[in-house]
């Protein structure tokens, strides 16, 4: 029988050590036991951008980044998608079971109910610029929200940690809504409890002079399963970020406006605008296999492929081409589908994207649905902050019951100058 355990041989020292593997994981920390002598500090695993690093134990998202799949608590995310809500899946992430129909009728009453923001910070959303980014408007609402809760410090009370996670789920549409009606010019619009989650949202987004909003079941439904495949991803950069800014017992809304910031970058959350952005300026059939050369040639990246975790595809990406006809048939053609569709079809046949495991992600199609929506690019990041609010609460809750964790402090290799003195004179 193999002994689960590594077994290392420090060639400095010619001392054997035994470590124990455990989930198919060293500890780091057994390392810190590898010293040439006691003056040591003990060897340290280097690893820039954590490429080969678990930062926690978790059960709420599993990836078989290999075999393309993706399950939130066990449920695969294709089955998920077709047969759950999402508010039904913020229950399952935040709870680890699907709701049964009446704690499903709670817990939406509940979200429902918390959707009005405070008046004043209507006032700070207005007093932001006319043409001011959504995402920085929203990073800025969400982070305020701390200041008008500020019970929300007490994390280690479950009890008023569920108070914030409700009111966060229920709010960021709200806010959103807001961000965007304020780069229009449109007065806001308050919730409506009588619509869903996602139909309430494209009421606060769209609503005119009508005295009530209808959304279209199919534009609700497309949008509701987009909000699905993006409310969690393991530990990806912004749920990083909500854990390392949660292990500082920080708020959630401070918290969690962290991670919508680091969402915001175009190399996460913010790619799908970047892919918008990519096929308007590609603007014709004709002009792709240029595009693609540029590529090729590193000039830039094609936008909304590649994945650090997905290297056969992105089962997300497979479930959204599918939304994006069904949401099509409702909506016009949008000219750009057609030049996203050549790009997947070069790309996939080229061996330069064969070779390095390059596959849309699930940013390449989200675009064109938002935009078939009538979304502004802009407003891209913010709705897949919107989804991704859940997932990252889930894992701020999962930290906080972790008894093996601290406050998150990595350690560094020092290269820099030896210690020196300041000269006299200058
Ligand atoms: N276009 C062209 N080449 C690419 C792309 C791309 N989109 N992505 C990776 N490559 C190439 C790299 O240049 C590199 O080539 P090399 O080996 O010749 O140097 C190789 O593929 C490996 O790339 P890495 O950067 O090491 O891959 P990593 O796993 O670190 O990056 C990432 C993943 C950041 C997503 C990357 O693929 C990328 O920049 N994609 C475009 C942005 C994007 O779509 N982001 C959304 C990600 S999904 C999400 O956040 C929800």
């Given at each position: 029988m193999a002994k689960d355990s590594l077994s290392v041989k420090d060639n400095r020292t010619n001392q054997t050590y035994e470590i124990p593997i455990e989930h198919g994981t060293i500890k780091a920390m057994d390392l810190r036991g590898i010293k040439q002598d006691d003056n040591d500090f003990g060897l340290m695993s280097y690893d820039p951008a954590y490429k080969n690093t678990a930062s926690t134990k978790s059960t709420i998202t599993y990836i078989d980044g290999d075999r393309g799949i993706l399950e939130y608590r066990g449920y695969p995310i294709g089955q998920l998608a077709e047969k759950s809500t999402f508010i039904e899946v913020a229950y399952l992430l935040l709870f680890g079971s699907l709701p049964t129909p009446g704690e499903y009728l709670t817990w939406s009453n509940e979200i429902t109910y918390h959707t009005?923001?405070?008046e004043n910070l209507k006032t700070l959303i207005q007093?932001?610029?006319?043409?001011?980014h959504p995402m920085g408007m929203f990073i800025s609402s969400v982070s305020a929200l701390s200041t008008f809760y500020p019970e929300a410090r007490n994390v280690d009370d479950p009890v008023v940690r569920l108070h914030q996670i409700r009111r966060l789920i229920a709010k960021v549409p709200t806010i959103a809504a807001f961000s965007y009606r304020h780069n229009r010019g449109l007065p806001y619009v308050y919730p409506d409890n009588d619509l869903s989650y996602t139909g309430n949202f494209l009421n606060m987004m769209f609503k005119m002079s009508d005295a009530k909003y209808n959304p279209d079941p199919i534009l609700e439904r497309a949008l509701d399963v987009l909000f699905i495949l993006h409310a969690d991803h393991e530990q990806n950069c912004s749920t990083s970020t909500m854990r390392n800014i949660g292990s500082a017992k920080a708020d959630p809304y401070s918290a969690l406006a962290g991670a919508a910031a680091a969402l915001y970058g175009p190399l996460h959350g913010g790619a799908n605008e970047a892919v918008l952005r990519m096929l308007s300026e590609i603007n014709d059939l004709k002009n792709v296999p240029e595009y693609i050369d540029r590529v090729k040639a590193g000039e830039f990246r094609l936008m909304g492929f590649g994945h650090r975790v997905y290297k056969n595809f992105d089962p997300r990406a497979e479930i959204i081409k599918r939304v994006a006809d069904q949401v099509f048939e409702v909506t016009r053609h949008n000219p750009l589908l057609d030049i996203a569709l050549e790009l997947e079809r070069i790309a996939l046949e080229d061996d330069y994207f064969v070779q390095r495991k390059l596959y849309p992600n699930v940013d390449f199609y989200s675009g064109l649905i938002y935009q078939a929506l009538g979304l502004p690019v802009d407003m891209f990041p913010v709705l897949f902050a919107i989804g991704r609010t859940v997932g990252w609460l889930a894992q701020w809750q999962e930290l906080l019951d972790d008894s093996e964790q601290a406050i998150a402090r990595p350690r560094q290799i020092f290269l820099g100058e030896d210690r020196r003195d300041v000269p006299d004179k200058r």
């Open positions: 009005f923001l405070h007093a932001f610029r006319y043409d001011a």
